[in-house]
């Protein structure tokens, strides 16, 4: 059975950082790229940031360029997001994705 866990939400205030993961079981991930998306309320999921297999290639939406880095440690089955100099239009619940499988979710509020 294959299982997406996200965790590491929480509320920081503006320019705070938070570390996202994202677990998953129920297969290997070293042979598929994977990606974090968002939705803050009211409107649609976005794509925030992609990587590749081995880590070597990732691709950022323009919003977080530069605030957001992706990683991956296929050992331990994991991807991560390091968020950066947050802003409170940050604000949202964070999903990871592999294959055609989400997490549930992860909120993060950026607020002070």
């Known amino acids: 059975q294959v299982q997406l866990v996200e965790s590491g939400g929480d509320l920081v205030q503006p320019g705070g950082s938070l570390r996202l993961s994202c677990a998953v079981s129920?297969?290997?991930?070293?042979?598929?790229?994977m990606s974090w998306y968002r939705q803050a309320p009211g409107k649609e999921r976005e794509l925030v940031a992609v990587?590749?297999?081995?880590?070597?290639?990732?691709y950022y939406a323009d919003s977080v360029k530069g605030r957001f880095t992706i990683s991956r440690d296929n050992a331990k089955n994991t991807m991560y997001l390091q968020m950066n100099s947050l802003k409170p239009e940050h604000t949202s619940v964070y999903y990871c994705?592999?294959?055609?499988?989400w997490g549930q979710g992860t909120q993060v509020t950026v607020s002070s």
């Open positions: 990587i590749n297999t081995f880590g070597h290639s990732t």
């Open positions: 994705r592999v294959r055609m499988s």
């Open positions: 129920g297969f290997a991930i070293s042979s598929d790229g």
